[in-house]
C-alpha cells in the first residue's frame, strides 16, 4: 500500500521511488494523504486508487475448400517460453480441428499448471528491475512493436491462410483481422512515449507527483473468434506499459497465436517478455488464474467462464483482473431508417464472422410500422449468404468453430420454435461435414424466450417488434448484458438519446460493431470489467504510484 | 571525453535511433562527405520545385571557409502568395488531407523519419557544410533527433481526443481539437533540420498545412526535405518551403491574411515584431526566443559532472543555442576550483575544420555574428571581468571565435546580461540559495536553468524557484521529444515538443446540442 523513505540524497531518493512497489511513496515524511495525490494498492492491498483525477475512475463507464487447406503448412505446435519452443512438461499433446471438416489439422504441445509455471518465471525474470526490458527506453520498446507490427503485415498472407483453416472464417476476413491487428499494435507503439503520470499541486512543502508503472506479470487468456486480433488488443496494451506476458491462446485455435511468437522473437523481444501456452481452460487457463506469481489477468471469453476468472484472481492473490465477456446486444431500427440500409446493417451486425461475436447485434428491434417489410428483405439477404468453405473467395460465412457450438445452436433453434418464433429462413445445417450452418432468422421472438435472452454465438437473427421508444430502450436495457447496442435512425435527438440511455460499453448510432483502434471496447455490467483499445485500454496495464516528497 | 559524455548524454535521453545503430556508428570511422551535392535549389511549393516568381536568387556560404556553396531562390511576397495558395487548396473542406484518416497521417511522419533515416549520411554532410557544426554532431545528434522527433508525433494523430463536458441542462457537448489551419513557420539557422521538424510535427500532426521559411543562412537542408516529402507521399501543398530573408519572405508570411497561425524560433528582437504584427489580425502566435539561461552549481555536486556539462551547456553547438547555459553561477566554496578546471576544458576544446573527426567546435554562422560575439568580448574585459582564456578570433578564414571563459562576471556587465551566441562562457559566484535564486531570476528572459546538486531538497527547492521553462538538475539540455520546450517571460509564447506543442496547432471547438432529455 504505502512505503516512505528519509533521504537527502536526491538520486537515492528517486531510486526508491522507482523501486518501491507501493501505491503512495512518501519522501521524507510519511502518511500524507492528500484530496488531489491518488492513494491505493499495489499487489494485495488492493485495486483502484482513491483520491485525485484517479479517484473517478472507479465510478463512471464508458459507453463508447479443403485442397487449398492441405498447402498451409504448420510451423510451430510448441510451448514458446523465453523465446524458445518446449515440450510439454507431462508430454502429452492435444488435438486441432479444422472447422470446415472436422477433422484433425495437427497435434499441439499441452501446457498445464507446470508450463505455466515455467512461463511465469521466465516472464518475472524478464521483468526483474534490471532486466533489459525494464531499462528499455520507451522508444526502443516502441519500435520493437513496430516491428512485430511489420513483421505480422510482410506474412499476411500466410497467416490469413493458417487463420482460416484453424478458425474457418474466409481468407479475406482472415486478412482484415490480421492488418487490423497490426494497426493496433502500431497504435500502442505510438503511446509508449505518451503515457504520461501527473505532477500534482500539494500542500506547500510538498512536490506529488504520480508515476505509470507496469504492473507486472501478465496472464491473457485469449478466444476462438478472433484470434490474432484478440491477441493484438492484449499485447498492445501490455506490452506499450512495460508488462510482460503469460499469453494462452485458445485450445480450438492455437495455431496462428504460436506462429505469432515466432515473429516476437524475430522482431528482437528480449526472451520471457511474451511467453505462449497452448492449452485448455480447466488446466492452463485455470493455473493461469489462480497463480501467485501473476500480477493480472485479462480474460476474454463466456460470462460464465469470466466469473471463474474473477473468483480466481480474487481468492488467489487479488491480481488484477479486467473481463471481455459476452453480450446480447440489441440493434434498434426506427420507423425513420432507411430500410435497406438498416436491413445491410443488421445483416452485418449479426451475421459477421459467422455470428461468433460477442458484440453480435442478436436482439433485433424493429419498428412495428416497417416491421414486415423489414423481415422480408432481411430474408432475401440471409438467403443469399454464401455459406462453404471458406478458402473460396465468394465465401461470406465458413463454419462454426467446433461440434460442441454447432450442437448448442441447433438447440437453440429448436428452443425458438418450441417457444414459438416464427423461423423465416434457414434454421439447419449446411452441407454434410464441418460445422456449418444456414442463415437463420425468427420473427415474431418475445423478450422471454430463451433465443432473446442467451447468447447464442451462432448465425441467428432474433427479431422483435416495438410500439414506443420509451418501451424499446427499457427492453433493450432489460438484460444482464451491456456490450454493444445500435440504434438505426435519421432523427438526431432520437439517436443522442438512445446514445445516452443505452446501457452499453459501445454504442454505434447508424452503424454496427465500428470497433477502432482508438475507441474504447469493453462491458458495462456483466459483459465485463475495464476497456480494451483506445487510451482506456491502457489503464488495465499500469499501477499508479504516488510519490510524495516532503521539502525539510 | 567531451565528445563521449555529450554522446552518451544526448543518446541516454531518446534522440537515439536504434542501440545498433548507435553502435554501428560509434565503431565505423566517421567521415562527412565534404562536398555533398546541392540538388535542390528552388522553392518547394505544392511538391514542386520553382524558381522564385521575380527569378531573385541569394548566395549561400559554407561559414568554415567563408565560400559560396550555391544560389538558392530568394522568395518575396508574391512567392509567399502562391505558397499560402496551395496551403489553402490543401486545407480545403473536403481535400484528400481533411479527409485523410488520423492514422494515415501518421504513416506519412512515419515514412518521412525512414527517409531521414536512409540519407542520414547525406543530410548531415550538407548540414555541416552550410552550418559548420562538426559533422560528428550533425551525424549523431541533429540527424537522429529529427528521426525521434518525426516518430514521436507520428504517434499522435489518433490519439488528440476531445472531451465529452459534463454540461448543465438537457445538452450534449463535446469538443473537437481541430487544426488550426494555414500555419507560418519561420526557422532559425542554428539548428535548420531540427527545427524544421519541430515544426512540421505537430503541423502535420494535428492537420495543418504550412508554409516554411528557412534561414536565408542555412537553406539547403530544408530544401532537400522538399524532395523527401514529395517521396514520402504528401498531398500537394501540405507542407511548402520557402528560402528567403526576413524583411522580405518573412514578413510577408507574418502579414498575410489567410495564415492562420505563426511559429517562430530566433531572436527576442525579431519575435517581438513577428509577434507585434500577428497581434494585428489576432493570428495564433508561438515564439521560441532568446535567452540568458542560469546554470547554478552547488558546492555538494558531483563536480567532474559538473564542470563537463557545465561546459557543454554553454559550447555546445558553438554557443549558437537559444538555452545555452550562459550564466554560470558556482558556489563561493567551490568557485576557484571550478574556475580553474573550466578553463582548463576550454583550452582542451578543438576548433577547427568541422569534418575532422576529433572537432568539438566549429565556425559562427556569420562575419556578423563572430564580430557581434567579439564586440561582447570586448565589453566584458572593459567591464572587469576577466578573460581567462580565448577572446579572439581563431584563424582567418571562415568565422571561428576561441572557446572563452570570463570569472568575477557581474549581474550588471553586458555579458551576463545581453544573449551572446557564441562561445562564451561567464562565472559568477553565489553564496546562499535564496541569493542565487534571485539573482538567476533577475532577467528578461526564462528559456532554460540548470541546477547541479546531490541535494534533494536543492533539486526540487531551486528548480521550483526558477523562472524558466526548462529546468535540467544535474544534467543539460535534455530535448526528448516528449518534454516540452519554451520560454517564460520574453524567452517566448507557447511550447513545442510533447503533447503541449498540439494545443498552439488547435482550435478547440465545443459543440452543444439541446437534446430531449438528460441523465447522469
Redesign the interface.
Known amino acids: 500500500l504505502a512505503a516512505g523513505v528519509i533521504?537527502?540524497?536526491?538520486?537515492r531518493?528517486l531510486q526508491f521511488v522507482e523501486q518501491l512497489q507501493a501505491g503512495s511513496v512518501w519522501?521524507?515524511q510519511y502518511g500524507a494523504l492528500q484530496f488531489q495525490a491518488p492513494f491505493g494498492g499495489f499487489k494485495e492491498s488492493g485495486h483502484g486508487r482513491e483520491l485525485g483525477r484517479y479517484g473517478l475512475a472507479e465510478y463512471y463507464e464508458m459507453s463508447s475448400s479443403d485442397s487449398q487447406a492441405r498447402k498451409v503448412e504448420i510451423k510451430y505446435t510448441q510451448i514458446f517460453i523465453n523465446n524458445e519452443w518446449h515440450k510439454a512438461a507431462n508430454g502429452k499433446t492435444f488435438p486441432v480441428i479444422n472447422p470446415s471438416t472436422g477433422e484433425e489439422i495437427c497435434q499441439v504441445e499441452e501446457a498445464t499448471r507446470v508450463d505455466v509455471d515455467k512461463a511465469v518465471k521466465a516472464a518475472r525474470k524478464a521483468f526483474d528491475i534490471e532486466s533489459p526490458w525494464r531499462k528499455y527506453?520507451?522508444?526502443?520498446r516502441?519500435?520493437l512493436m513496430r516491428k512485430f507490427a511489420t513483421l505480422l503485415r510482410r506474412d499476411v498472407d500466410y497467416l490469413s491462410k493458417l487463420e482460416t483453416l484453424n478458425n474457418g472464417k474466409s481468407v479475406e476476413d482472415s486478412k482484415g483481422d490480421i492488418l487490423a491487428s497490426a494497426?493496433c499494435i502500431?497504435?500502442y507503439?505510438?503511446?509508449?512515449?505518451?503515457i504520461?503520470g501527473e505532477t500534482i499541486p500539494g500542500g506547500c512543502d510538498q512536490?506529488i507527483f504520480t508515476r505509470h508503472e507496469p504492473i507486472g506479470v501478465c496472464g491473457q487468456i485469449i478466444p476462438w473468434n478472433y484470434p490474432i486480433m484478440m491477441m493484438a488488443w492484449k499485447f498492445g496494451p501490455a506490452l506499450a506499459c512495460g508488462n510482460v506476458i503469460v499469453l494462452k491462446p485458445a485450445e480450438q485455435t492455437p495455431l496462428t497465436a504460436l506462429y505469432c511468437a515466432s515473429l516476437i522473437k524475430e522482431a528482437g523481444f528480449p526472451p520471457g517478455v511474451v511467453n505462449v501456452v497452448p492449452g485448455d481452460g480447466p488446466q492452463c487457463g485455470n493455473a493461469i488464474s489462480v497463480h501467485e506469481d501473476i500480477d493480472k489477468v485479462a480474460f476474454t471469453g463466456s460470462v460464465e467462464v469470466g466469473k471463474k476468472v474473477q473468483e480466481a484472481a480474487a481468492k488467489s492473490n487479488l491480481k488484477r483482473v479486467s473481463l471481455e465477456l459476452g453480450g446480447k446486444s440489441p440493434l434498434i431500427i426506427c420507423e425513420d431508417a432507411d430500410i435497406d440500409y438498416a436491413v445491410s446493417v443488421a445483416h452485418r451486425a449479426i451475421f459477421t464472422n459467422a455470428a461468433q461475436n460477442c458484440t453480435a447485434g442478436s436482439r433485433t428491434f424493429v419498428h412495428s410500422k416497417i416491421y414486415d417489410e423489414f423481415i422480408a428483405r432481411s430474408v432475401e439477404l440471409a438467403k443469399k449468404r454464401v455459406v462453404g468453405d471458406p478458402f473460396d473467395p465468394d465465401t461470406e460465412q465458413g463454419p462454426q468453430i467446433n461440434d460442441s457450438q454447432f450442437q448448442k445452436i441447433l438447440s437453440y433453434i429448436e428452443s425458438a420454435k418450441k417457444d414459438g418464433a416464427k423461423l423465416e429462413c434457414g434454421g439447419e445445417r449446411a452441407g454434410n461435414k464441418g460445422y456449418f450452418i444456414k442463415p437463420t432468422i425468427f420473427s415474431g421472438v418475445k423478450d422471454n424466450m430463451k433465443i432473446a435472452r442467451e447468447e447464442i454465438f451462432g448465425p441467428v437473427m432474433s427479431v422483435l417488434k416495438f410500439d414506443s421508444y420509451e418501451e424499446v430502450i427499457k427492453r433493450a436495457n432489460g438484460t444482464s448484458f451491456g456490450l454493444g447496442a445500435g440504434v438505426i435512425t435519421k432523427d438526431?435527438?432520437r439517436g443522442?438519446?438512445f446514445a445516452?440511455?443505452l446501457q452499453a460499453g459501445s454504442v454505434w448510432v447508424n452503424d454496427y460493431d465500428a470497433v477502432c483502434?482508438?475507441a474504447p471496447f469493453g462491458g458495462f455490467k456483466q459483459s465485463g470489467h475495464g476497456r480494451e483499445l483506445g487510451?482506456y485500454g491502457l489503464e488495465a496495464y499500469y499501477e499508479v504510484k504516488t510519490v510524495v516528497?516532503k521539502?525539510? | 571525453m567531451l565528445s563521449k559524455l555529450v554522446t552518451r548524454q544526448v543518446f541516454n535521453h531518446g534522440l537515439r535511433l536504434t542501440k545498433r545503430a548507435a553502435s554501428t556508428a560509434a565503431q565505423q570511422k566517421l567521415v562527412g562527405d565534404r562536398n555533398p551535392q546541392v540538388n535542390y535549389r528552388k522553392l518547394f511549393i505544392n511538391n514542386e520545385f520553382v524558381d522564385a516568381i521575380a527569378g531573385n536568387v541569394f548566395e549561400v556560404l559554407n561559414p568554415a571557409t567563408g565560400d559560396v556553396i550555391a544560389e538558392v531562390a530568394d522568395a518575396s511576397e508574391k512567392d509567399v502568395d502562391k505558397a499560402v495558395k496551395a496551403c489553402k487548396d490543401a486545407f480545403r473542406l473536403g481535400s484528400e488531407w481533411r479527409r485523410m484518416d488520423p492514422a494515415a497521417r501518421g504513416d506519412l511522419l512515419y515514412k518521412l523519419a525512414d527517409l531521414f533515416e536512409r540519407d542520414r549520411a547525406y543530410l548531415a554532410a550538407l548540414e555541416t557544410v552550410n552550418n559548420g557544426k562538426p559533422f560528428k554532431d550533425s551525424y549523431n545528434i541533429d540527424i537522429p533527433h529529427c528521426i525521434a522527433v518525426l516518430r514521436y508525433y507520428a504517434g499522435w494523430p489518433d490519439k488528440m481526443n476531445g472531451k465529452v463536458l459534463p454540461i448543465s441542462g438537457d445538452f450534449f457537448a463535446y469538443t473537437r481539437r481541430e487544426p488550426v489551419g494555414i500555419v507560418g513557420q519561420i526557422i532559425p539557422w542554428n539548428f535548420p533540420l531540427i527545427l524544421l521538424c519541430w515544426k512540421i510535427g505537430p503541423s502535420v500532426a494535428t492537420g495543418c498545412t504550412t508554409v516554411v521559411k528557412l534561414d536565408e543562412h542555412t537553406p539547403l537542408t530544408g530544401l532537400y526535405v522538399g524532395k523527401l516529402i514529395q517521396e514520402a507521399g504528401f498531398p500537394p501543398g501540405v507542407i511548402n518551403i520557402l528560402s528567403g530573408d526576413g524583411p522580405h519572405c518573412g514578413a510577408s508570411i507574418v502579414k498575410h491574411p489567410d495564415v492562420n497561425k505563426i511559429a517562430f524560433t530566433g531572436s527576442t528582437q525579431v519575435g517581438k515584431i513577428i509577434g507585434g504584427e500577428a497581434a494585428k489580425m489576432v493570428k495564433r502566435t508561438t515564439l521560441e526566443l532568446g535567452g540568458k539561461s542560469p546554470n547554478i552549481v552547488f558546492a555538494d555536486c558531483n563536480l567532474d559532472t559538473a564542470v563537463e556539462m557545465s561546459h557543454f551547456a554553454l559550447f555546445f553547438n558553438q554557443g549558437q543555442c537559444c538555452c545555452a547555459g550562459s550564466r554560470t553561477y558556482v558556489e563561493e566554496k567551490i568557485y576557484d576550483e571550478f574556475v580553474q578546471r573550466s578553463v582548463e576544458r576550454a583550452k582542451r576544446r578543438k576548433v577547427g575544420d568541422p569534418f575532422d573527426e576529433n572537432t568539438e567546435q566549429g565556425p559562427q554562422i556569420s562575419h556578423e555574428q563572430m564580430d557581434k560575439i567579439l564586440d561582447l568580448i570586448e565589453s566584458g574585459r572593459r567591464a572587469g571581468a576577466k578573460l581567462l582564456v580565448g577572446g579572439q578570433r581563431e584563424g582567418d578564414k571562415g568565422f571561428f571565435v576561441q572557446p572563452t571563459v570570463f570569472s568575477d562576471v557581474r549581474d550588471n556587465h553586458r555579458i551576463a546580461r545581453e544573449e551572446i551566441f557564441g562561445p562564451v562562457m561567464q562565472i559568477l559566484k553565489f553564496k546562499t540559495i535564496d541569493e542565487v535564486i534571485e539573482r538567476a531570476n533577475d532577467t528578461e528572459y526564462g528559456l532554460a536553468a540548470s541546477v547541479f546538486t546531490n541535494d534533494l531538497d536543492k533539486g526540487i527547492v531551486v528548480s521550483n524557484g526558477l523562472r524558466a521553462g526548462s529546468v535540467w538538475v544535474n544534467t543539460y539540455d535534455n530535448f526528448d521529444p516528449v518534454a516540452p520546450f519554451g520560454g517564460f517571460k520574453q524567452s517566448g509564447l507557447g511550447r513545442e515538443k510533447s503533447e503541449y506543442s498540439l494545443d498552439s496547432y488547435t482550435e478547440a471547438k465545443c459543440v452543444t446540442m439541446k437534446i430531449s432529455q438528460r441523465n447522469s
Open positions: 533521504t537527502k540524497d536526491l538520486s531518493a519522501v521524507n527506453e520507451p522508444v526502443a516502441a519500435n494497426d502500431d497504435y507503439a505510438g503511446w509508449v512515449d505518451k504520461t512536490m438526431l435527438t443522442l438519446t445516452q440511455q483502434n482508438q487510451r516528497i521539502l525539510v
